[in-house]
């Protein structure tokens, strides 16, 4: 079958960047990127270190059942962390009201921004998603207020019907980060862009 054959997470690499599954010496990056309040001002609150290790192991068993896991981005000269760029699937305790879906995520360090890197990872992996994996939409989500967020989505073509923005299941009632907007991105539409 396909699935046996094909590795949903390849080591991409690019002039700059190496993009590739997680390895456990990837959770230092991860505690001191989730530990940055410019990282995480548009999330509840900055993350402990064991609210990071959670989220590591949550990465590798994803990365083990999924086959990818929001994957890695290093940069290649010097083999810095510089965070998380690529597909994963959503498994909240509870349900979004778009599930079943896969989406496409970034969270990188502050000297990581504004070089365009949330970009060239996002457009390798959406390839790789609508090409290879054969994926028929990408998804992607974020508080209505992260701007830069929002633009990333924007700048990959995806496009958000308001219709469709909602709560957030895991930020309470009244949180000024609860509502969320939604963006989706379908593969006739990624094939238009690539032909076009
Ligand atoms: C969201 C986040 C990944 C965006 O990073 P970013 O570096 O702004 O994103 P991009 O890769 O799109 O880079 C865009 C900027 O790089 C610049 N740039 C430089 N070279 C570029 C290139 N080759 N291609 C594209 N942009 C380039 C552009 O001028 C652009 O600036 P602009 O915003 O003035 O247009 C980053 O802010 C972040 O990690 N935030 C914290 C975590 C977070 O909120 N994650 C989202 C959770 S939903």
Known sequence: MIEDVIDKC?????ERLVLRKWEERDLEGLVQMNADPLVMEF???????QDSE?????L??????YGFGTPVVE?????RF???CGLGIPTYPEPLPFDPCVEIGWWLIPDAWGRGIAQEA???????????????????????VNRRSEKVMQKLGMVRDASED??????????????HVLYRLSKEKYLEREDG
Do not use: Y
């Open 166 to 179: 909602f709560d957030h299941p895991l930020i309470e009632e009244g949180h000024p980060l609860r509502r």
């Open 54 to 58: 959670r989220m590591f192991e949550r």
């Open 60 to 65: 590798i068993a994803k990365q083990v059942k």
């Open 43 to 49: 999330f509840p609150a900055v993350m402990s270190r």
């Open 82 to 84: 510089l965070g998380l």
């Open 122 to 144: 996002s457009r390798i992996w959406l390839r790789f998603g609508f090409e290879t994996l054969c994926l028929n939409e990408v998804v992607s989500f974020t508080s209505a």
């Open 10 to 14: 390849p080591r991409i690499e690019t």
């Open 75 to 79: 940069e290649r000269a010097s083999g």
